[in-house]
């Protein structure tokens, strides 16, 4: 046997010398740079291995559920956007080593398919669950991987063997080959770059906009050319490689029903594939991965024309969205290989003999995205409200954010949930997935699963004989059903009127009163000046000044509030406030100001009046010019019960300020400082005046009884006036202000800040109003 041994080496060298020597170090610790399902998919196959796993977040991401089903979780990318913080590879690199992590899977998207993390992994001592950094840069430059599978006998689309870096190129390519031609850009992919040009009079227009997409998108916008293939079928083959030489098949994927060259849903295998056909494809992927030393996962894309004849168009050296599909067929965890394969074992070690891999059956994935088809696919966003997912025999679930009460954010892409189905044959696998989209309940954002549902009864693609072209050539796909929502239409209804009461009208035998008011008469003229004019000639500043440095006490009138919020005089028109307000700018024209806008206001007239609370402000600003108007301004709920988007805030100040709302007082019922930073920014960058209010609870007077002592309100106090405020409130919602407490309380913030107008607002629901306000004088 030593001597047969000796005589095969002798023979065969190069087969002995070739094979390299591959240690194997197990894995303790993965961590996934990148976010969402991919994440938890990888997480799972770790656990069922044994290994520990590393999470990595950005400041949007932070209650992300990836972050929960890792062992540990870290964020990276302070301060940057949220797309950015998975790019920032100084970041991800610092987490890796700082907690002992031993690989780095980086998912798909994001830094995938960057050979310069995947060195940047293997120069920190971290191994990388992928190929190598050098296959990673030759398979992502398009251009090369193209030399590549010509050197190795693949047959590729006619096309320019570099970049092209001029209009002129594109038009002697189009004379040679003829039209349709495709510009594609050469530094990137997923649509973005890619015009098709079927006339001479097109050429010009869309090379430029080819090449500005691409610059946009990648940072540069070469571009090359090739001769387009019309109509044809997107096959993919799934390969796997390790690190003694090793390479495998596991059969083909047809990912031909795209929307902008975006998969929808894709299929394994490729319906009605010709088996020498299925050969051809499956060994020029084999081929093409030998002749580059791929390791780990990856994808070799082909186009199929109408002719039968394959093209390869590029390698995807990662992990695939749609790997679920060949998984379902032919029961092989791909991420378990993927792992393994890092660790340094081989693929007969693995038990993955080519002659082993078998299809069972067919799969179909669905990519269920938070997508409105009746919109041109516009992503939408929001809180899922109601989930419920469709299950069963057959039926696989790849998701994240699917969950009642997950937040749909417009930073990362659409997807919600992958939905594969597993059968037979395609028939069966198609109604399972039919089946299984018609038991999802998704409210609060809308999906495409409409659509997905017109895709899986539709005749052609039940009869597999889908092509690139399937969703344009198929306008019917756009004819949506429109959703019941029956439960939730219930729900509202009921909502509204407990809240609101019933709108039947209720018929009553009271007339109107016979009796007009009297309307005091008001002198011809101008109403003489008051504090507006001060604010308008001096800015909110000196308005300020000018109210602190007034001897004696200044008055806000609540009136035209309380007419529509007191429970006597609820409900009153605008017509009704027109009528006095002539004399009131007359006769009360040295007010402080008079407060006559806020929540209620939209309330009352939104709800009841069927008012515009925006044309009240202007009619009365506009019969009271003189006296400052002030407002209730619930930070950063603004006017109502929720929190919205700073950007509203500010945009609903600065409308409410060009309307002719002069004092925003800014207060929170929990005195959280950072809601009410936020409205006292908003109100201040609109130009009103702005008076932070503290909410008052408890009673300063006597200490050892309340939590809330008058350092806690000096302090609150301090935090306000360092903020900018122009006047300082004390807002005793509950009257609970009294005397001796009011006088400790005023003199304590007259001591501590002698600049600042103080303002003292209480509802006198005690009856001791009068004795505080006169303790507080």
């Not at 998704?442 to 005749?459: A, Y």
Request: charged residues 20%; proline residues 6%.
């Amino acid at each position: 046997m030593p001597f047969l041994a000796l005589q095969h080496l002798f023979r065969h060298p190069a087969a002995f010398l070739s094979t390299p020597r591959v240690e194997y170090k197990p894995i303790q610790k993965v961590m996934v740079a990148n976010r969402g399902e991919i994440a938890i998919r990888v997480f799972r196959a770790c656990t069922e291995l044994g290994i520990r796993t590393v999470a990595v977040y950005s400041e949007q991401d932070t209650g992300q559920m990836h972050r929960q089903k890792a062992d540990e979780a870290y964020l990276i990318g302070r301060g940057l956007p949220p797309v950015q913080a998975y790019l920032h590879i100084p970041d991800i690199i610092k987490v890796a080593k700082d907690n002992e992590v031993d690989a780095i899977h980086p998912g798909y998207g994001f830094l995938s398919e960057r050979a310069d993390f995947a060195k940047a992994c293997l120069d920190a001592g971290v191994r990388f669950i992928g190929p190598s950094p050098e296959v990673v840069r030759k398979m992502g430059d398009k251009v090369e991987a193209r030399a590549i599978a010509i050197s190795a006998g693949v047959p590729v689309v006619p096309g320019t063997d570099a970049p092209i870096s001029s209009l002129n190129e594109a038009q002697e390519f189009s004379q040679a080959y003829g039209f349709p031609i495709i510009f594609k850009a050469a530094y990137g992919g997923g649509g973005r770059g890619m015009r098709v040009v079927r006339s001479y009079e097109e050429l010009e227009e869309n090379y430029t906009r080819a090449f500005s997409e691409a610059l946009s998108a990648f940072g540069n916008g070469a571009l090359f050319v090739e001769k387009f293939v019309e109509k044809p079928r997107h096959i993919e083959v799934q390969i796997l490689g390790d690190k003694h030489g090793n390479v495998l098949h596991l059969y083909e994927r047809d990912c031909s029903i795209q929307r902008r060259h975006q998969k929808v849903v894709e299929i394994a295998p490729a319906a009605h594939l010709d088996s020498q056909l299925r050969s051809k494809l499956t060994a020029d992927a084999v081929r093409l991965a030998k002749q580059v030393g791929y390791e780990n996962a990856g994808t070799v894309e082909f186009l199929l024309d109408r002719h039968g004849k394959h093209y390869f168009i590029e390698v995807n050296s990662r992990l695939q969205v749609e790997h679920t599909v060949t998984e379902e067929i032919t029961d092989v965890d791909l991420v378990h290989a993927q792992i393994h394969i890092a660790e340094g074992k081989s693929l007969p070690e693995l038990g993955l003999k080519q002659e082993n891999v078998r299809i069972n059956g067919c799969a179909i994935q669905c990519r269920v995205t938070t997508e409105d088809p009746a919109r041109g696919f516009q992503p939408d966003t929001g809180r899922i409200e109601v989930f419920r997912s469709g299950e069963g025999m057959g039926i696989r679930l790849d998701s994240a954010s699917a969950f009642q009460g997950a937040i749909i954010s417009p930073h990362y892409d659409s997807l919600l949930v992958k939905v594969i189905a597993h059968g037979k044959d395609h028939p069966t696998a198609a109604s399972k997935m039919s089946r299984a989209l018609a038991e999802f309940r998704i409210r609060g954002v809308k999906t495409n699963i409409p659509f997905l549902q017109n895709v899986l009864s539709n005749d052609q693609f039940l009869h597999g004989t889908v092509d690139t072209q399937f969703i344009d050539e198929n306008p019917d796909l756009f004819h949506l059903r429109p959703g019941q929502n029956r439960a939730q239409k219930l729900l509202h209804y009921l909502g509204h009127v407990m809240v609101n009461g019933p709108t039947t009208p209720i018929p009553v035998k009271a007339q109107p009163s016979p009796i007009d008011p009297l309307v005091p008469a008001v002198p011809l003229g101008q109403p003489p000046d008051g504090f507006r004019d001060v604010l308008l000639r001096e800015g909110p500043a000196g308005f300020a000044k000018a109210i602190r440095q007034h001897q004696g006490l200044l008055l806000m009138d609540t009136t035209f509030r309380d007419a529509h919020q007191s429970l006597l005089a609820t409900r009153v028109r605008t017509h009704d406030l027109k009528k006095i307000a002539p004399f009131v700018a007359h006769n009360f024209s040295r007010l402080f100001s008079i407060e006559n806008w806020g929540g209620a206001t939209f309330d009352v007239a939104m709800r009841f009046l069927y008012e515009c609370p925006w044309q009240r402000l202007q009619e009365l600003r506009e019969l009271i010019p003189n006296v400052p108007f002030q407002m209730l301004l619930r930070g950063a709920n603004a006017v109502g019960y929720t929190n919205y988007p700073d950007n509203s805030v500010f945009k609903f100040c600065e409308m409410a300020r060009e309307n002719g709302m002069d004092i925003f007082r800014v207060f929170d019922s929990l005195n959280y400082l950072p809601n009410m930073l936020l409205g006292m920014e908003a109100a201040g960058q609109a130009g009103g005046v702005v008076e932070a209010a503290i909410s008052y609870t408890g009673d300063v007077a006597d200490p050892s009884r309340t939590k809330y002592t008058l350092d806690y309100y000096l302090s609150l106090a301090e935090q306000l006036v360092k903020a900018g405020t122009h006047i300082l409130a004390i807002k005793d919602m509950a009257g609970v202000l009294k005397p001796q407490a009011s006088s400790l309380l005023v003199g304590a913030l007259r001591k501590q800040f002698p600049d600042v107008p103080l303002h003292i607002h209480t509802h006198d629901t005690s009856g001791a109003g009068v004795a505080s306000m006169l303790a507080c004088a």
